[in-house]
């Protein structure tokens, strides 16, 4: 089954009022959930930010989400 990771950036909320969190698939999907898990974890650590500022989200191809890095932190 493919799998999808969504990247979510954290910003600091903005002047204009307009708070919408930046987010974007990776281009490729992944044969396994820890393959997507590992493109995820090295794509956060070639953004030029905070990792900690960054967040993704496993889905699998109904769009269902299998796991988040904040359930991987806790």
């Not at 969190?21 to 393959?35: E, R």
């Amino acid at each position: 089954m493919p799998y999808a990771v969504e990247i979510t950036l954290a910003e600091p909320p903005s002047a204009d009022g307009d708070d919408a969190l930046p987010m974007y698939l990776l281009p490729d999907t992944f044969d396994t959930v820890g393959d997507a898990k590992a493109a995820a974890e090295a794509h956060i650590a070639g953004l030029p930010r905070d990792p900690a500022t960054v967040f993704f989200a496993i889905t699998d191809q109904n769009g269902l989400t299998v796991t988040t890095s904040a359930e991987q932190a806790g």
